[in-house]
C-alpha cells in the first residue's frame, strides 16, 4: 500500500524559508520518480519540481528556479523540498506525487494523470 505523507507546511513571512518533507511506505524510491506539486485556492493543481529515479535529475517551474531546491534521502524514504526567498504567490497546498513510468520527467511532463500515488498535503501560509 503506497503512501506518502507530508509534513512541515506552516506559515512564513515573504522572504523567509521552510522545508517540506514527504516519507514514502510501500514503495522504493529507487524505482520512482518523485513531483512536488501545489494548488493555491481558486488555482489549478501545478507542478513545482520533480526529481527522477534514475539519475536523479531535477526540474523546476519558472516561478520557483533559483529559490525552490527538491533532494531526495532513500535511505531515510523521504523527499524533501527547501523553499527559499519564500513569496505570497508560493502560499498553497504542497502535496506530493510518484510515478513508476519511464518517462524522463520535466516540468513541461508534470501532468496529473501520470502520477501514481499522491500524499494528502501540507498547507504553506506566507503572511508578514
Not at 524505482?31 to 493555491?40: D, E, K
Not at 534514475?54 to 527538491?70: E, L, P
Given at each position: 500500500q503506497a503512501q506518502f505523507v507530508e509534513s512541515g507546511g506552516k506559515l512564513v513571512q515573504p522572504g523567509g524559508s521552510l522545508t517540506l518533507s514527504c516519507v514514502a511506505s510501500g514503495f522504493s524510491l529507487d524505482y520512482y520518480t518523485i513531483g512536488?506539486?501545489?494548488?493555491?485556492?481558486g488555482k489549478e493543481l501545478?507542478?513545482?519540481?520533480?526529481?527522477?529515479?534514475?539519475?536523479?535529475?531535477?526540474?523546476?517551474?519558472?516561478?520557483?528556479k533559483g529559490r525552490f531546491t527538491i533532494s531526495r534521502d532513500k535511505a531515510k524514504?523521504?523527499?524533501?523540498?527547501?523553499?527559499?526567498?519564500?513569496?505570497?504567490?508560493?502560499?498553497?497546498?504542497?502535496t506530493c506525487a510518484a510515478y513508476n513510468g519511464d518517462i524522463h520527467m520535466t516540468i513541461k511532463s508534470m501532468f496529473p494523470g501520470l502520477m501514481n500515488y499522491w500524499g494528502e498535503g501540507t498547507l504553506v501560509t506566507v503572511s508578514s
Amino acid at each position: 500500500q503506497a503512501q506518502f505523507v507530508e509534513s512541515g507546511g506552516k506559515l512564513v513571512q515573504p522572504g523567509g524559508s521552510l522545508t517540506l518533507s514527504c516519507v514514502a511506505s510501500g514503495f522504493s524510491l529507487d524505482y520512482y520518480t518523485i513531483g512536488w506539486f501545489r494548488q493555491a485556492p481558486g488555482k489549478e493543481l501545478e507542478g513545482v519540481s520533480c526529481i527522477n529515479f534514475n539519475d536523479g535529475s531535477t526540474d523546476y517551474a519558472d516561478s520557483v528556479k533559483g529559490r525552490f531546491t527538491i533532494s531526495r534521502d532513500k535511505a531515510k524514504k523521504t523527499i524533501y523540498l527547501q523553499m527559499n526567498s519564500v513569496k505570497p504567490d508560493d502560499a498553497a497546498v504542497y502535496t506530493c506525487a510518484a510515478y513508476n513510468g519511464d518517462i524522463h520527467m520535466t516540468i513541461k511532463s508534470m501532468f496529473p494523470g501520470l502520477m501514481n500515488y499522491w500524499g494528502e498535503g501540507t498547507l504553506v501560509t506566507v503572511s508578514s
